[in-house]
């Protein structure tokens, strides 16, 4: 499986972004099966889990401090994920990355990971 992130950039405080991450490597029918999350690291922190979507029992999950303007989705016919992220601000600067598993039950057990994208939120 392979992940592939894009959308980030450099965005005002305020802003928007939408990004994508594209799966290939795996059948529409088999990626449809798998949970999928966003991830992000700041310099010096430790990644963080921003929120996932888990297709056997329907949770989305959001972090606390994206509810309300971050949304995760899935295009399942594209085998693509997206993360919309609405009233940017600085503290969400970080490198994004895509995750996936078929059977993850914690945000440690994410297996395939893609190489990540650059969101720099400036005020």
């Known amino acids: 499986v392979q992940l592939v992130e894009s959308g980030g950039g450099l965005v005002q405080a305020g802003g928007s972004l939408r990004l994508s991450c594209a799966a290939s490597?795996?059948?529409?029918?088999?990626?449809?099966?798998?949970?999928v999350g966003w991830f992000r690291q700041a310099a010096g922190k430790e990644r963080e889990l921003v929120a996932a979507m888990r297709t056997d029992d329907g949770i989305i999950y959001y972090a606390d401090s994206v509810k309300g303007r971050f949304t995760i989705s899935r295009d399942y016919a594209m085998n693509t994920v997206f993360l919309q992220m609405v009233g940017l601000k600085p503290e969400d600067t970080a490198v994004y990355y895509c995750?996936?598993?078929?059977?993850?039950?914690?945000?440690?057990?994410?297996?395939?990971w893609g190489r990540g994208t650059q969101v720099t939120v400036f005020s």
């Open positions: 490597g795996l059948s529409v029918s088999t990626f449809s099966t798998y949970a």
């Open positions: 995750a996936a598993d078929p059977t993850v039950a914690t945000p440690d057990g994410f297996d395939y």
